[in-house]
T-cell receptor, first 116, second 111 residues
Framework: GAGVSQTPSNKVTEKGKYVELRCDPI?????LYWYRQSLGQGPEFLIY????????DSGLPNDRFFAVRPEGSVSTLKIQRTERGDSAVYLC??????????????FGEGSRLTVL | GQNIDQPTEMTATEGAIVQINCTYQ??????LFWYQQHAGEAPTFLSY????GLEEKGRFSSFLSRSKGYSYLLLKELQMKDSASYLC????????????FGKGTTLSVSS
């Protein structure tokens, strides 16, 4: 597609529920990143995919968070047993080849998650 | 670990020049980015520096000093539409290939 697409744009859920957030990167981009942004803060790195594999998942806060990219394109971020502290905007970004020195990240509009 | 510091807020008037500073501490520095983010929108790329010196791109310029762990973003001929958050981000070998962001500087431009 023309840009990075994320769905849903807004998600309200109750504490303890399971949530899936979807990211469709720019066509042809092999690298995909998930970030989380709380109000007044910069984006916080969660996980990075190169193709189908998670090249770096060091930013995932705990084992309730998991992400997949089975065919090397669309990615899903999965959050189990949601907590109020998970409320944030979840940003997805893609880049052509993961070589950030030669190309920048292109961000989606984000999915705003609110856990009541 | 890594640490990126930027002022939280800045204000300026239309037509003026503003400089947003960023200091960083990281092991294995591999480049610095500036992004612009309007409220409720996605961050968009402004500049990338990996070598010392000034990179100019229209009204925006970015400077890097690797020995000082310091960068600034210079915005000239400010316009109301420049009101946004400006995010400094670094690539470090310690972070793999991900960008690590600072908290951002919220710039308010008034007429």
């Amino acid at each position: 597609g023309a840009g990075v697409s994320q769905t849903p744009s807004n998600k309200v859920t109750e504490k303890g529920k399971y949530v899936e957030l979807r990211c469709d990167p720019i066509s042809g981009h092999t690298a995909l990143y998930w970030y989380r942004q709380s109000l007044g803060q910069g984006p916080e790195f969660l996980i990075y995919f190169q193709g189908t594999g998670a090249a770096d998942d060091s930013g995932l806060p705990n084992d309730r968070f998991f992400a997949v990219r089975p065919e090397g394109s669309v990615s899903t971020l999965k959050i189990q047993r949601t907590e109020r502290g998970d409320s944030a905007v979840y940003l997805c970004a893609s880049s052509l080849n993961g070589q950030l020195g030669t190309g920048e990240l292109f961000f989606g509009e984000g999915s705003r998650l609110t856990v009541l | 670990g890594q640490n990126i510091d930027q002022p939280t807020e800045m204000t300026a008037t239309e037509g003026a020049i503003v400089q947003i500073n960023c200091t960083y501490q990281t092991s294995g520095f591999n480049g610095l980015f500036w992004y612009q983010q309007h409220a409720g929108e996605a961050p968009t790329f402004l500049s990338y520096n990996v070598l010392d010196g000034l990179e100019e791109k229209g009204r925006f310029s970015s400077f890097l000093s690797r020995s000082k762990g310091y960068s600034y973003l210079l915005l000239k001929e400010l316009q109301m539409k420049d009101s946004a958050s400006y995010l400094c981000a670094v690539i470090s070998r310690q972070a793999g290939t991900a960008l690590i962001f600072g908290k951002g500087t919220t710039l308010s431009v008034s007429s």
